[in-house]
């Protein structure tokens, strides 16, 4: 990130709501939501806290705002999706190697995963509209080439052409991951494979 101090006013303004999300991603981690005080998150990145509330009026705002904001590789990962080719086997083999490269390795994604799950129960509704944003669209992008399969003869009909079942596998590596860390080793190249040879010998005719 560039020295802030080395840009424009201009630059500065412009990039400011960047740089409060991050350090509220970083303070809401290590401190917890209630724990955290705007104070804590201006002061990690030299501000007052009313240059805090000119962009976020409230901090549960802030807090919905930093979720988004740290979901947007999902976004790019659909984006990408969208444009590959290929037939509907090739193109799903592809979008399962980029939940792996994009999302389960992105250190940001595995920290906020493990944030919601501690934290969401206090704001299901906040949890809800960023499943709808942001996972909703791309579980129902790996159905639609699920279905493509199955209407083309590529893959077989129920129960192995569910989206959530396809997926399952690297969720199941994403918490192994949150859960253990570095502490214990789990090949990501050897269990994608196994987890594209499961999906496949489930779903191929």
């Given at each position: 990130m560039p020295d802030m101090k080395k840009l424009s006013r201009a630059e500065q303004k412009a990039r400011r709501p960047t740089q409060i999300l991050d350090a509220a991603f970083e303070e809401f981690l290590e401190r917890?939501?209630?724990a955290t005080?705007?104070?804590d998150i201006a002061n990690r990145i030299g501000v007052t806290k009313g240059t805090i509330y000119v962009y976020f009026e409230t901090k549960e705002q802030l807090?919905?705002?930093m979720i988004r904001h740290i979901s947007v590789p999902f976004e790019d990962l659909l984006a990408s999706a969208h444009e590959l080719k290929g037939t509907a086997a090739a193109r799903l083999?592809?979008?399962i190697e980029l939940v792996y490269n994009r999302i389960v390795e992105d250190r940001q994604l595995r920290e906020l995963m493990k944030f919601v799950i501690a934290e969401g129960s206090r704001f299901p509704q906040i949890v809800d509209r960023h499943h709808e944003a942001f996972i909703d669209p791309l579980?129902?992008?790996v159905q639609s080439l699920i279905d493509e399969g199955v209407k083309h003869g590529e893959f077989r009909p129920m129960p192995a052409a569910?989206?959530?079942a396809v997926v399952a596998p690297a969720i199941a590596f994403l918490v192994f991951k949150l859960i253990f860390d570095d502490r214990?080793?789990?090949d990501?190249?050897?269990y994608l494979k196994a987890h594209l040879d499961l999906v496949f010998n489930g779903l191929l005719v």
């Open positions: 917890g939501y209630v005080r705007v104070e807090f919905e705002a083999e592809r979008l579980d129902r992008h569910f989206a959530d214990r080793i789990l990501k190249t050897t």
